[in-house]
Antibody
């Protein structure tokens, strides 16, 4: 069974960098065929596509976040990560990592989500 | 910027059929947008229902089906049940590796 688990600080100060890691078990990030994704949900709002990384290192980002966003992969740890710089209160959200089957937002496995609050 | 549109809310009586739609602010939805649908109850992780227009995710009851209706993607629940009361999100692939979620539809079954 594939399992994804987000980890990282739950509180980040404005203007700092939000960093999250998604640990994957039950599947190898390095095996290819899947796109390792980040999605977020502002409190009480809908889902927002953040972006994804392929095992080759290719990345695709939400244009509205692209200037602040980096998604990276650590094959040795079977993890992938998200860094979002210069955060504001508008970045307060539940952040989910997920596995996309085809790069077209066909998510078959999700992490449980982690709430990140941006506040001083 | 293209917006993915969904009905904000919908009500259905138990046993009835309901169709939720997913459109684009400019243009038509086609199979090339690979529409997918997710169900989310409050406080829970989204659950996949339909991938790439009409492929049902493993374990999803066959009362859920996906299609293209006119210029929109559609999720049809045939014989809605009380446990189907949830938020439903569609997501469309826009090309260039980019996807966009709709704003979601809150479905009430009463």
């Amino acid at each position: 069974q594939v399992h994804l688990q987000e980890s990282g600080p739950g509180l980040v100060k404005p203007s700092q960098t939000l960093s999250l890691t998604c640990s994957v078990s039950g599947a190898s990030i390095n095996s290819g065929g899947y796109y390792w994704s980040w999605i977020r949900q502002h409190p009480g709002k809908g889902l927002e596509w953040i972006g994804y990384i392929y095992y080759s290192g290719s990345t695709y980002y939400n244009p509205s976040l692209k200037s602040r966003l980096t998604i990276s992969i650590d094959k040795s740890k079977n993890q992938f990560s998200l860094k979002l710089s210069s955060v504001t209160a508008a970045d307060t959200a539940v952040y989910y990592c997920a596995r996309d089957q085809n790069g077209h937002s066909s998510y078959d496995y999700w992490g449980q989500g982690t709430l990140v609050t941006v506040s001083s | 910027q293209t917006v993915v549109t969904q009905e904000p809310s919908f009500s259905v009586s138990p046993g009835e059929t309901v169709t939720l739609t997913c459109g684009l602010s400019t243009g038509s939805v086609s199979t090339s947008n690979y529409p997918s649908w997710y169900q989310q109850t409050p406080g829970q992780t989204p659950r996949a229902l339909i991938y790439t227009t009409n492929t049902r995710s493993s374990g999803v009851p066959d009362r859920f089906s996906g299609s293209i209706l006119g210029n929109k993607a559609a999720l049809t629940i045939t014989g809605a049940q009380a446990e189907d009361e949830s938020d439903y999100y569609c997501v469309l692939y826009m090309g260039g590796g980019i996807s966009v979620f709709g704003g979601g539809t809150k479905l009430t079954v009463l």
